[in-house]
């Protein structure tokens, strides 16, 4: 069984489309729900009022803000403040450092995606390895692009909590009369929409921008695939405390479209 969301232009009118949906379902939660946005840099940050209305929602219930959620894919102010690839060595040094307390779970995605153990060898940078590929003209590969996040040896457990929720990305380039254009499917194993989703639509665009800019191609449309996906209680808050939050979303929008026109 799947949920197919209607291809939305930017994150934050995938974020209420899919909400929408899956509340719908039986329990408020949805199996293999599909998401395209045609934009992921499009209504990505706190000056879009819908996204700073989430965020005070998440604040208020002791939850991570917005920014927190989308710095665990992509830590975007590093990158302005120090470029690529310098940045990598900041975010180990000035973040992983300050956070860790496991060898297995950091709580970043970015980490696992720029740093993955090799036996009696350096890391690898799988971001990096993709955008020097980019790069090279004598790479041919359109749809070879691949970033893990899943270890099974660091994450299998007999815990239903903690962890990685988000588990692999696979960008691919197109070609069109512009040039290339490169995008990415998202694939996460849990999904919460109302915690997570927003900031993680957001932090994947980001990714997905960065490598794009990088490796010399223009950003694309990102997918996600929620293998699960449910309508959460942050902060343990009522059903009517979400329903506010929608409609207040809603409001919103339509103030945005009034002002539009």
Not at 73 to 80: K, V
Not at 93 to 104: A, E, G, L, P
Request: aromatic share 8%; proline share 5%.
């Amino acid at each position: 069984m799947y949920l197919a969301i209607q291809p939305q232009p930017d994150c934050v009118t995938a974020w209420l489309q899919a909400v929408r949906a899956v509340d719908k379902k039986k329990g408020h939660e949805a199996h293999n729900v599909i998401i395209d946005i045609a934009d992921p840099t499009a209504r990505a940050d706190l000056s879009d009022p819908v996204v700073a209305q989430v965020d005070a929602f998440l604040r208020d219930k002791k939850e991570k803000p917005i920014e927190t959620v989308a710095n665990t894919i992509f830590p975007s102010s590093l990158y302005r403040r120090h470029g690529a690839p310098a940045f990598f060595n900041r975010f180990e040094k000035n973040v992983i450092n300050r956070v860790r307390t496991n060898s297995h779970w950091s709580g970043y995605y970015f980490e696992r995606m720029m740093s993955m153990p090799r036996t009696g060898q350096e890391p690898f940078n799988q971001i990096w390895n993709i955008v020097e590929r980019l790069r090279n003209p004598d790479v041919k590969a359109l749809n070879k692009f691949e970033l893990s996040v899943f270890d099974p040896l660091r994450d299998v457990s007999n815990s239903p909590y903690g962890g990685q929720c988000l588990s692999f990305a696979s960008l691919k380039l197109s070609k069109d009369g512009n040039g290339k254009k490169l995008g990415m499917t998202a694939l996460y194993r849990n999904h919460f929409y109302i915690e997570k989703l927003l900031g993680n639509l957001i932090g994947l665009g980001r990714l997905l921008d960065f490598i794009a800019k990088e490796g010399g191609v223009a950003c694309g449309s990102l997918t996600i695939i929620s293998t699960h996906a449910e309508i959460d209680q942050p902060g343990k808050c009522t059903r009517d405390a979400i329903l506010n939050l929608l409609k207040e979303c809603d409001r919103v929008e339509m103030e945005l479209t009034s002002v539009a026109t």
